[in-house]
């Protein structure tokens, strides 16, 4: 089992659970429709091949996204086995924090992938690429991948920024960003 993560891909995953604490909690509603409850918010680490948890740990009004995400993935790195192919863990958009791509690089034997946020900047940044910046890959779907280091980062060494475009023509292009902690092949 020693390579059994090698090469694995692993989601975070945050998710709300139904909570029956006496304490006074913000109520959610699970869906439109639905009444509000009281839910606890649980950040999963998830095997993304099989779906099953690795690990979790539970956020508060007191604890962030961040802090939360940095205990999961301090457990996971004591569970899983030390490979030579560092795991990817892949998350939401909402773990897009220079803190926690800091804390990935310089603390955890895995990479990170988030999705950027579609800002107006990244949508000017995509569309002032040159054509020759992409690769096809096939019909409708081409990448570009660039060093990206954000603001308030304590690393040196950039990260990756990749860009996906789809569309045929530059008119009906559509751009999505993605940055990881290390260059990686951006097509799998």
């Not at 975070?12 to 509603?29: A, E, G, Q, T």
Request: a positive charge; one cysteine or more.
């Amino acid at each position: 089992a020693s390579g059994h993560f090698a090469g694995r891909i692993l989601a975070l995953d945050p998710h709300r659970l139904v909570s029956f604490s006496k304490r006074d909690m913000i109520r959610r509603r699970p869906a439109p429709g639905q009444a509000p409850i009281k839910q606890a918010q649980t950040f999963f680490l998830l095997d993304a091949q099989t779906g099953q948890p690795l690990t979790l740990a539970n956020g508060s009004s007191a604890r962030g996204l961040t802090p939360a995400t940095q205990e999961v993935l301090s457990l996971a790195s004591q569970i899983l086995p030390a490979t030579a192919e560092r795991p990817l863990l892949v998350a939401d958009v909402e773990h897009f924090t220079v803190q926690l791509l800091d804390h990935v690089r310089q603390n955890t034997p895995f990479d990170l992938l988030v999705p950027l946020r579609q800002t107006a900047a990244l949508e000017r940044h995509c569309r002032t690429l040159p054509e020759s910046a992409f690769t096809r890959h096939w019909a409708g779907f081409a990448t570009a991948t660039e060093p990206f280091l954000p603001r308030r980062t304590t690393v040196s060494e950039p990260y990756c920024r990749s860009i996906q475009r789809t569309g045929e023509r530059p008119e009906s292009y559509h751009f999505k960003g993605f940055c990881c902690t290390r260059s990686r092949p951006e097509v799998p």
